[in-house]
Nanobody
Framework: QVQLVESGGGLVQAGGSLRLSCAVSGPTFIVYAMGWFRQAPGKEREFVAAISGTGGRTYYTDSVKGRFTISRDNAKNTVYVQMNSLKPEDTAVYYC???????????????????WGQGTQVTVSS
């Protein structure tokens, strides 16, 4: 059974940093691409970042480029997103997700991911 568990969310002031983690159990982790999405109240779930199975390729939505860094430790079956220079508009529930293949053309599409975590709340105060 595949399970994704996020952690690391919380309340932070604007300009601060947080690191989210997503521990994955079940599949052969290195085979799968991983993504982070977020959903703010009243808004649709949006893509944040993605990373290929080996970690050699990453992709970000424009609004987080230069501030967020996605990484993975395949020995620990864990994917991370380091979030710096946080803004109030980054406030959302953050979800990690697993995808069977990595493709820039499809990594931003939530419906193409196979498994999801339960989410972790990130709140950035102004």
């Amino acid at each position: 059974q595949v399970q994704l568990v996020e952690s690391g969310g919380g309340l932070v002031q604007a300009g601060g940093s947080l690191r989210l983690s997503c521990a994955v159990s079940g599949p052969t982790f290195i085979v799968y691409a991983m993504g982070w999405f977020r959903q703010a109240p009243g808004k649709e779930r949006e893509f944040v970042a993605a990373i290929s199975g080996t970690g050699g390729r990453t992709y970000y939505t424009d609004s987080v480029k230069g501030r967020f860094t996605i990484s993975r430790d395949n020995a620990k079956n864990t994917v991370y997103v380091q979030m710096n220079s946080l803004k109030p508009e980054d406030t959302a529930v953050y979800y990690c997700a697993l995808k069977s293949t990595y493709s820039v053309a499809t990594m931003t599409t939530a419906g193409l991911y196979n498994y999801w975590g339960q989410g972790t709340q990130v709140t950035v105060s102004s």
